[in-house]
């Protein structure tokens, strides 16, 4: 089936370093990505919607300066967290739809737990 | 704004069936969705329902759509330990997913 690989699992950083995370598409293309958030037993909010050759899309109350989404290919969108500070430290999800299947679900990675000290 | 609501807590007795619930807002919904988190990971798609279907089964899965109502259910059949998980409903609008609160499933031995 569909794999999303996310990359890093795992960031622990210090407060000012700005943090890339990566959402590829293995076996699929993907037009479309999505980047949600995860706050401790809470549900996920979608912070943008990552579009393949053109500027993302992003939800009311997230700042695009502060949460740079680059989706240079059909198979990779990345997302940099610049000057991150703790209030950043979040579980983020990537998800990704087939561009030849737009009525089926989409795919989510395994996430990324950014922690910043 | 569209909204997805869930109970957020079920506990069972393994063997047992669990049922999870949730209403959801937008009638134009074309597909309904069931995905399960386990600690510490993404998502994992479990099933999902097109909308004008009522009823689809999945080996222990089984969904439930009542569209008048707006309510949607996934039954677990002989729940397993390894079902403890948080099981998110969510539902389509303007290609975007909107999930609910999430249901913690505690399955006791």
């Known amino acids: 089936g569909a794999v999303v690989s996310q990359h890093p699992s795992r960031v622990i950083c210090k407060s000012g370093t700005s943090v890339k995370i990566e959402c590829r598409s293995l076996?699929?293309?993907?037009?479309?990505m999505f980047w949600y958030r995860q706050f401790p037993k809470q549900s996920l909010m979608l912070m943008a919607t990552?579009?393949?050759?053109?500027?993302?899309?992003?939800e009311q109350g997230v700042e695009k300066d502060k949460f740079l989404i680059n989706h240079a290919s059909l198979t990779l969108s990345t997302l940099t967290v610049t000057s991150a500070h703790p209030e950043d430290s979040s579980f983020y999800i990537c998800?990704?739809?087939?561009?030849?299947?737009?009525?089926?679900?989409?795919?989510f990675g395994d996430g990324t737990r950014l922690s910043i000290l | 704004g569209e909204d997805v609501e869930q109970s957020l807590f079920l506990s069972v007795r393994e063997g047992d069936s669990s049922v999870i619930n949730c209403t959801y807002t937008?009638?134009?919904?074309?597909?309904l969705y069931w995905y399960k988190q386990e600690p510490g990971a993404g998502l994992q798609l479990l099933t999902y329902?097109?909308?004008?279907?009522d009823m689809k089964q999945d080996q222990r899965l089984t969904v439930l759509l009542n569209k008048k109502d707006k309510h949607l259910s996934l039954r677990i059949a002989d729940t397993q330990t390894g079902d403890s998980a948080i099981y998110f409903c969510?539902?389509?609008?303007?290609?975007?997913?909107?999930f609910g609160q999430g249901t913690t499933l505690q399955v006791k031995p």
């Open positions: 998800s990704a739809r087939d561009i030849g299947e737009p009525n089926q679900p989409q795919h």
């Open positions: 969510a539902e389509t609008y303007t290609g975007k997913l909107i």
């Open positions: 076996d699929f293309q993907a037009t479309t």
């Open positions: 329902i097109f909308s004008n279907m």
């Open positions: 937008d009638s134009s919904s074309t597909y």
């Open positions: 990552s579009n393949e050759g053109s500027k993302a899309t992003y």
